[in-house]
T-cell receptor, first 111, second 115 residues
Framework: GQQVMQIPQYQHVQEGEDFTTYCNSS?????IQWYKQRPGGHPVFLIQ?????EVKKQKRLTFQFGEAKKNSSLHITATQTTDVGTYFC???????????FGAGTILRVKS | ETGVTQTPRHLVMGMTNKKSLKCEQH?????MYWYKQSAKKPLELMFV???????ENNSVPSRFSPECPNSSHLFLHLHTLQPEDSALYLC??????????????FGNGTRLTVT
């Protein structure tokens, strides 16, 4: 079945450093979504990318969708302690009827 | 503040107990979901309801029984659970189905511990 892989699994950065998480799908995706889950919280929708090669920005967060629509990345510039949490990507399953989530990347920021 | 409300926030139950989780969404969405989140595992989709009709049962054991009386309310009835069922159970809703890319809005979850 379709798989959505995320790397790295964990990342510890010093406050002010940049952070990137990568998402790779075994199949072409019609769209990809990103979610953030703070420690002890619930996943919160961040953004959706639809077009090949699309780049979207939200303040210090930059989201990219690959040209082949099989991979995506989330880059955070100059991390802050408020960025800690788990970042998930999610894409439609192979039959297009449900979201398949990646395992997530846990970000820890040292101040 | 989430538009999806889950109760209780925490639940401890024995293996012979029967309990229910409740979810209510105030967003006017048409689809509701139950997810299970265990440590070091991806989010697992359990059940999907579209317009109160169950459209997905992701091979979930019968000790989990969902109920969707209307588009705004969703329940998960639990009975004779096992310790490995301990997890965070998340309710979510979306305007359209997951196939059309509708984002999910999650509730705060119920932290379930089975003793």
């Amino acid at each position: 079945g379709q798989q959505v892989m995320q790397i790295p699994q964990y990342q510890h950065v010093q406050e002010g450093e940049d952070f990137t998480t990568y998402c790779n799908s075994s199949t072409t995706l019609s769209n990809i979504q990103w979610y953030k889950q703070r420690p002890g919280g619930h996943p919160v929708f961040l953004i959706q990318l639809v077009k090949s090669g699309e780049v979207k920005k939200q303040k210090r967060l930059t989201f990219q969708f690959g040209e082949a629509k099989k991979n995506s990345s989330l880059h955070i510039t100059a991390t802050q302690t408020t960025d800690v949490g788990t970042y998930f990507c999610a894409g439609p399953g192979e039959y297009g009827n449900k979201l398949v989530f990646g395992a997530g990347t846990i970000l820890r920021v040292k101040s | 503040e989430t538009g999806v409300t889950q109760t209780p926030r925490h639940l401890v139950m024995g293996m012979t107990n029967k309990k229910s989780l409740k979810c209510e969404q105030h967003l006017g969405h048409n689809a509701m979901y139950w997810y299970k989140q265990s440590a070091k595992k991806p989010l697992e989709l359990m059940f999907v309801y579209n317009f109160k009709e169950q459209t997905e049962n992701n091979s979930v054991p019968s000790r989990f029984s969902p109920e969707c009386p209307n588009s705004s309310h969703l329940f998960l009835h639990l009975h004779t659970l096992q310790p490995e069922d301990s997890a965070l159970y998340l309710c979510a809703s979306s305007l359209g189905g997951q196939g059309d890319g509708s984002p999910l809005h999650f509730g705060n979850g119920t932290r379930l511990t089975v003793t």
